[in-house]
Each structure stands twice: as C-alpha cells, then as structure tokens.
C-alpha cells in the first residue's frame, strides 16, 4: 500500500507533525522506532512546556499528544526504520518495505552519556541532566558541576548561573573547544570555577547527588554538588540518511523543513543542534507537517 505521509519518530516533533497532518486529513502513519514517545517521556517533571502552569510528567505530556494525533487519524507502527531509499520513496523496517509519497524525519538526537560510575544511575530526578535550560531551575541556590568544554557547557554553566550559588566546570583538556566569546564569558563569571585537565571517575550519592569523585593529574578529590550537568555533545540519528541528506560535522541535518530530496521534510532535534527543546521540536513538527501538505497537493 502506497502511504500518503509517513513520519519516522513519535518524540514531540513526530507527534505534533502528526497531529497537523491527520487534520488535513492525511491519515499519516508515525513509525515510532525503538523510543516510543520519544525523550522527553523518560522524564518526570517538565515544567517549560506551555499550558501546563503546575508542570506536567514528561510520559503523560507525550501520551497525550499521541491520543490527540490518533483521535484526527493517525495510524501507528511499532517498528524502526534501519534503511531508507529516499529518493525512491521507500522505507524498510526489517523486511517490512514501505512506500509513501511524502515522509517526515523526525528521528531526534540522543545525548552522550558517561562511561562512568553513577552517571547512569543518578539520572534523572536524581541529579544527573543533559539539559541545564530544562532542569536548572531545580537547583535554585545549589552548588552543581558541568561536565564538558565546548559551546555547550559553556553555555550550560553561564545559564545555571542564573540559579546556582556556584557552577564548577570539569574540563578533561586545558582549555576551552568553545567559541572565545563563550570561554570569556566563563572565565569572567564570578560564580563559575574551572578545574582544568580534570576527569569525572564517579558521580556519587544514594538517593540524591552528593558529589563527584574527580582526578587531576596524580590528584584526587570529591567536589560537593547536588546536580551534575553532561554538556558532552548529542548524537543525532541521522545515519541512515547519512549519504542522501547533507549533514554539518556533527550529524544533524543541515536542512530544517524541506531538504534536497522532494518530498523529504526534516523536523526536531535531527535538525536542531541549538535549542533542543520540545517546544521546538514540535513548532518544526507543526512546520514540516504543512510543508508536507502542501507537497502532497501540488504534486
Ligand atoms: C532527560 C531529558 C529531559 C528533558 N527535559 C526537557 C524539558 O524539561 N523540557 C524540554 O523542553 N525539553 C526537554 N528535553 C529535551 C526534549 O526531550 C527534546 O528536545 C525533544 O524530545 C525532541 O523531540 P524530537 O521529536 O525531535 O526527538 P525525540 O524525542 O528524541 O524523538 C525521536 C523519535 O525518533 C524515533 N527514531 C529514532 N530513530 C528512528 C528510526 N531509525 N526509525 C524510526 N524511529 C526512529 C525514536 O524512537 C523517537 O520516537 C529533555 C531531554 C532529556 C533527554
């Protein structure tokens, strides 16, 4: 059967496109691919996302923007895409071969964790993020630590400053892969430390963070924080597409909405390696929807 729409992800772009697609009456298919929901859903507490004045838990916002895509039309597969042809119109998941006219690929980007002990245990509600711009605001006058040197932990510690009594950088080099107006930013911030040629070995704490076991040089020490912040880059998934769409060095699509191939929209974090948030990965959802229709009606 030859799909109208199908949309690779079912994260908040791949939803929201879902949901302006199925009410142009589309009937888009979401392939949802092996994180149903997408992240956010893996988190409790989300505060940022607008009409929800008392916050709302990251699995019940995403299960309701599923209900809502469904309601117009949408249908679902529980499958993941692990070869494309684009420019054939044609998806394979497993042996399961799928035609469409349009697609919409909103596969995400998922953050770099660490290799280390407590970093896996501790996230969460727990005290480890990847997000400063989501989760900042928890550690109202705490001393937290970010891990990381570029752009990201950069602008991650600037920003917890705004919360923070102090932010400690961990850095592994001794400087800065940040752009120099960032690293200066940093360096002249009263409320940041940097320890350079620094390595994280364990995120400690039982319920909550406590502190971090770290290592400079022959040196070790715990530094005491209630939050740690991993700013150690994304990686998008975007590599089955890798030799039919352009991406920058980091693997995101260089296109946002439509790409080179007709008929090929990007939306969400794939693309997006500067605000990563689910509000603009569903206004890009929404965005690629309409884009799509309007493909779908003049071609
Ligand atoms: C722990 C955590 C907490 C966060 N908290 C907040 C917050 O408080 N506020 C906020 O605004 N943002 C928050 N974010 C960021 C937010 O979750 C993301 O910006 C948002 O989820 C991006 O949506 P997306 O649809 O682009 O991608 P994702 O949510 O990553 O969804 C990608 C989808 O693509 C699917 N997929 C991937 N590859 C394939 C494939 N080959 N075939 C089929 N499907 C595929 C996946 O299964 C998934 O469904 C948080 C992120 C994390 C990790």
Same mark, same amino acid.
């Given at each position: 059967m030859l799909e109208q729409l199908v949309i690779i992800g079912s994260g908040c772009a791949g939803l929201t496109a879902a949901i302006y697609a199925a009410r142009a009456n589309l009937a888009p298919l979401v392939i949802e691919g092996n994180q149903p929901l997408g992240q956010l859903s893996t988190t409790s507490e989300i505060e940022n996302f607008p009409g929800f004045p008392e916050g709302i838990n990251g699995y019940e916002l995403m299960e309701r923007l599923r209900q809502q895509a469904e309601r117009f039309g949408t249908h679902f597969l529980s499958a993941h895409v692990d070869r494309a042809e684009l420019r054939e119109k044609c998806l394979y998941c497993g042996d399961q071969k799928i035609q469409y006219r349009a697609t919409i690929i909103a596969t995400g980007a998922e953050p770099r964790m660490l290799n280390i002990r407590g970093g896996r245990e501790c996230f969460g509600g727990k005290g480890v993020s990847v997000c400063a711009t989501c989760d900042g605001a928890f550690f109202k006058n705490r001393e937290v630590v970010v891990i990381g040197g570029g752009d990201s932990a950069c602008e991650e510690a600037n920003f917890l400053t705004h919360f923070c009594s102090k932010v400690t950088i961990i850095h592994r080099r001794d400087q800065f892969r940040a752009s120099k107006i960032m690293a200066e930013r940093v360096l002249n911030s009263p409320?940041?430390?940097?320890l350079w040629?620094?390595?994280?070995?364990?995120?400690? &704490?039982?319920?909550?963070?406590?502190?971090?076991?770290?290592?400079? &040089?022959?040196?070790?020490?715990?530094l005491q924080c209630s939050g740690v912040f991993l700013a150690i880059g994304h990686i998008p998934n975007t590599t089955i597409f890798k030799d039919q769409l352009s991406l920058d060095a980091n693997g995101y699509f260089t296109s946002i909405g439509a790409t080179e191939i007709p008929g090929v929209f990007t939306a969400g974090d794939c693309c997006d390696a500067h605000y990563r948030q689910a509000i603009t990965a569903a206004g890009m959802g929404a965005a690629a929807a309409i884009l799509a229709e309007r493909f779908l009606l003049s071609s």
């Open positions: 409320k940041i430390e940097v040629n620094t390595v994280p070995l364990k995120i400690c &704490g039982d319920q909550k963070v406590t502190h971090v076991r770290v290592r400079s &040089g022959d040196r070790e020490q715990d």
